[in-house]
């Protein structure tokens, strides 16, 4: 009796996982672990876009999840793997700093399918994208040694990895070919998000005579600290003009939406591979936002034109004659960086004053 | 290098900007450790303060009401750390953490609405006379309000805890609540009453931030800087003038390492990264172990629960 009972409740409990299970193959899962909160107005912000336009797209097809402020480190692991667990079927880790988290979950999970936002390391299941912010930087840039009056630049510099660098030496490249006097004041506040920090960063630079503020951190405090002090800004990731109606003279928008949406598409059609994505202008996944009435019609133009040379694939930002920061050639004239070089920069362009530390 | 780009008169006065809300902060939950309780929901009491203070700064048009109600806001929350701890006796450790995720989580949902707005600005005093004394005019008497607020705190609180009967009440109930209560002192009111003194300036702190600092709202903008008041108090060993001293060092050297940087100065990055928190401890424990002696003055009631039995 007593057996039965038990064998009768185990096949009930069977039936119900075998329900369970059914169901949940019917729902695709994407989950997203973001580095800054989804309200941050920059870099997490437009990540979170991407996943409501995944959302948008597929409708009840598709559940996503999301857990923010993740620390890059052991954190970042067990997040993972809790969504692992709970039935993710691809999961995208948007910071740089979650490679190694992402490597080991992704031995354990070898059915989850893993995106790494910004990293070089893959796997069979881990696929590696990122944008081609310095096309973005050198238009910028271009700008930036236009107007500039009294030909000091900001940049407010997060961690000292390739992808931070690249954006420096791109933007101090365009400025100095359109003004031979500019100089870069580069300040490292070593976190991504940290509204007090940046908003000091940005006052120190200000303090020290620089009229145009550029940022590789993911909040719009210096933006805000630009519009008070009534001097010059770009928005970094996502369009921040709200914070700086008159400081913003354009901003560099990551544009993840399309890429995301075909990622999950091809994870339900079963034709997901892993792979190296680097998208820019041309693609779409870098984008400018509205240039600020403050920027000359002939400055608007001539950025155009450089955007247009990079869609076209006329022009490379980084064509030679490059040298490095002690003087060594590194690009021949008319030579172009090629991809790994870029991937993997850890040096500045001649010019720049300042280490990079390591 | 160029080092004559740093105005030492405007990084003294940034410095006293920037060390304002970890300041404020700190020498709220001194008093509350005085009094023998461990809240360590500072940061999540300062987010609230933050958002608090700018919501009613921005519907009323008037910084000087969000400042009051981001105090507001702080003692209310605190309030929720008092009942749990002091009435239903549960742990102050786990329950100021519970603290500061609920206030983090709680600051992102009144925030959705304010992401993107401009806080109405506050008004810097600029006294006519002493505001043009070189050097000294804009160091001293350029500020917006709160940062004399928060000095005239740190003498009140000093003068407080050292002259007043009231004050040796609290300290009193912070080393031997047993003893304090057998002399029929009310602990769990004179606590309750430091907790929400505690709460008000960790929002004052948060609102000082978000309206004046940064100005702006964005989610998780105190990013740690509650965890450092805490921090604060116990380097300074729970003095005031000490706390005050340590809010100065280490808000100046994160603001002097910041211009250093932009001046150029030829010593690694990581090393200027980690001065604050290096200085501004060792300065401190310097401070506490030059009498020689091992203790550190916590009070010694601190973060053990208080039951009546009799």
Not at chain 1, 143 to 151: D, L, P, V
Not at chain 1, 197 to 212: H, P, R, S
Not at chain 1, 332 to 356: H, P, Q, R
Not at chain 2, 216 to 223: D, F, L, P, V
Request: glycine share 10%.
């Amino acid at each position: 009796m007593k057996r039965r009972t038990f064998l009768a409740s185990a096949a009930l409990a069977l039936g119900i996982a075998g329900a369970g299970a059914a169901l949940a193959e019917e729902k695709m899962k994407a989950g997203f672990v973001y580095v800054g909160p989804v309200g941050d107005f920059g870099w997490t912000y437009q990540h979170d876009q991407g996943r409501q336009a995944v959302k948008a797209e597929y409708g009840d097809k598709v559940e996503t999840t999301f857990v923010e402020n993740v620390p890059e480190g052991a954190d970042a692991e067990r997040v993972m793997t809790q969504m692992a667990l709970g039935g993710a079927d691809i999961i995208f880790a948007t910071s740089f700093g979650y490679m190694d988290a992402v490597q080991k979950v992704a031995k354990k999970f070898p059915n989850v399918k893993f995106e790494h936002a910004t990293g070089y390391k893959r796997a069979d299941n881990v696929a590696t994208y990122s944008a081609r912010f310095y096309e973005g930087r050198a238009v910028i840039g271009t700008i930036a040694g236009r107007m500039t009056k009294t030909n000091k630049i900001g940049y407010i510099a997060s961690f000292p990895i390739p992808e931070v660098i690249r954006g420096i030496n791109a933007a101090y490249i365009h400025a100095k070919k359109v003004n031979p006097d500019v100089e870069f004041k580069i300040v490292w506040v070593y976190t991504w998000f940290d509204p007090a920090k940046e908003a000091d960063a940005a006052t120190a630079l200000i303090e020290q005579g620089v009229d145009i503020i550029m940022q590789h951190t993911d909040s719009p405090a210096a933006m805000t600290i630009a519009e008070e002090k009534g001097i010059m800004a770009f928005g970094q990731a996502s369009d921040m003009s709200q914070f700086g109606p008159n400081a913003q003279l354009t901003a560099i928008i990551d544009n993840w939406a399309p890429y995301y949406v075909e990622r999950v598409g091809a994870v339900m059609d079963g034709s997901w591979k892993s792979q190296d994505t680097w998208h820019g202008f041309k693609e779409g996944m870098v984008q400018l936002a509205p240039y600020s009435s403050k920027v000359p019609s002939e400055v608007q133009a001539e950025a155009d034109a450089m955007k247009q040379a990079i869609i076209e694939g006329s022009y490379h930002p980084f064509t030679g004659p490059l040298n490095k920061q002690d003087g060594t050639p590194w690009l021949k004239e008319g030579e172009v960086a090629d991809d790994g070089t870029l991937a993997g920069m850890n040096f500045y362009v001649e010019g720049i004053e300042g280490e990079i530390p390591q | 290098m160029d080092y004559s780009a740093i105005d030492p008169a405007l990084l003294l006065a940034t410095l006293m900007i920037s060390a304002t809300p970890i300041l404020l902060a700190a020498i709220g939950e001194l008093v509350v450790e005085k009094a023998g309780v461990l809240n360590l929901g500072v940061e999540g009491m300062m987010i609230t303060g933050a958002i608090c203070g700018f919501a009613i700064a921005v519907e009323s048009g008037n910084p000087f009401l969000g400042l009051i109600a981001a105090a507001l806001a702080g003692a209310a929350l605190s309030l929720v750390f008092a009942f749990l701890t002091q009435i239903l006796l549960s742990n102050q450790v786990a329950t100021g953490l519970a603290l500061t995720l609920f206030g983090l989580g709680l600051s992102s949902l009144i925030g959705k609405p304010y992401a993107g707005i401009k806080p109405p600005a506050s008004p810097r005093l600029d006294i006519p006379l002493l505001s043009d004394i070189p050097v000294l005019g804009p160091i001293l008497f350029r500020h917006d309000p709160m940062v004399y607020v928060s000095l005239a705190l740190v003498a009140a609180v000093w003068f407080f805890l050292k002259y007043t009967r009231a004050g040796l009440i609290l300290r009193a109930v912070g080393e031997n609540h047993d003893a304090a209560h057998a002399l029929g002192y009310k602990v769990v009111r004179i606590r309750f009453l430091a907790i929400m003194f505690g709460g008000a300036c960790a929002g004052l702190g948060g609102a000082y931030l978000s309206l004046i600092r940064v100005p702006q709202w964005t989610e998780g903008m105190t990013a740690g800087a509650g965890w450092i008041a805490l921090a604060l108090v116990v380097f300074a060993s729970w003095r005031p003038w000490r706390v005050l001293l340590g809010a100065y060092l280490f808000g100046g050297i994160t603001v002097l390492q910041l211009n250093l940087q932009a001046a150029g100065l030829a010593i690694p990055v990581e090393y200027l990264s980690m001065s604050p928190y290096i200085v501004t401890i060792l300065v401190l424990v310097y401070i506490s172990a030059r009498k020689g002696r091992g203790n550190l003055d916590a009070p010694a009631s601190l973060g053990r629960t208080f039951h009546a039995t009799h």
